[in-house]
């Protein structure tokens, strides 16, 4: 009678063990996934005017942080920041095509580069140096008057848990 008891005992460790490695493999699977479907409802946007700045557009950022924008006149690179953090920055290419000059750059990079999700000109992606440092990076390019912006995430990424907002803010530029 022990036998069986212990033979029962072992079936159903063994289906337990499988179970949660299947969950967590769903987890990993399903956070992925919400990254990749960032919806502007699930973080609270507000418009933002750059036309102050030297670029007639506007952008969506979130409602409940301080913005501001360090940009020297004359200068081809802007940094919107919330708080003290650097955000988007914005760089303006002229006629010249700044999405490609990125993807070009990610493939010098000294890191493992994951797209996440890419559009024409959208690219979500991760960036893994050694074994631990992950970020996530956005970049869009808009032609806004005949000029090329490229809208990226801050230089040293984000956590994956922050992206959902970044996306949201760089998918959301609109020319005035």
């Given amino acids: 009678m022990s ?20 969950n967590e493999k769903k987890t990993n699977a399903n956070q992925e ?28 950022v979130p409602t409940a942080d301080i913005v501001s924008v360090h940009h020297q006149l004359d200068s ?5 920041l919330l708080g003290k953090q650097s955000y988007v920055m914005i760089q303006d290419w002229g006629t010249e095509n700044g999405f490609e000059a990125h ?9 493992d580069i994951e797209y996440i999700e890419q ?12 074994a631990s440092k992950i970020s996530y990076h956005a970049v ?17 990424g984000f956590p994956h848990d922050k992206m959902d907002r970044v996306v949201a803010s760089i998918k959301s530029v609109k020319a005035h």
């Fill in 33 to 60: 996934e919400n990254l990749e479907s960032t919806e502007e409802s699930s973080v609270s946007l507000t418009d933002f005017d750059l036309r102050p700045y030297e670029i007639n557009a506007k952008i969506k």
């Fill in 140 to 156: 869009a390019q808009y032609e806004i008057e005949g000029i090329n912006y490229l809208f990226l995430s801050s230089k040293i």
């Fill in 3 to 22: 036998m069986k008891i212990l033979y029962f005992i072992v079936l159903i460790l063994g289906v337990s063990l499988i179970s949660c490695n299947s």
């Fill in 119 to 130: 559009e024409e000109a959208f690219l979500l992606y991760k960036s893994t140096v050694g």
């Fill in 76 to 80: 081809f690179d802007w940094d919107l």
């Fill in 103 to 111: 993807l070009k750059a990610l493939e010098e990079e000294n890191a």
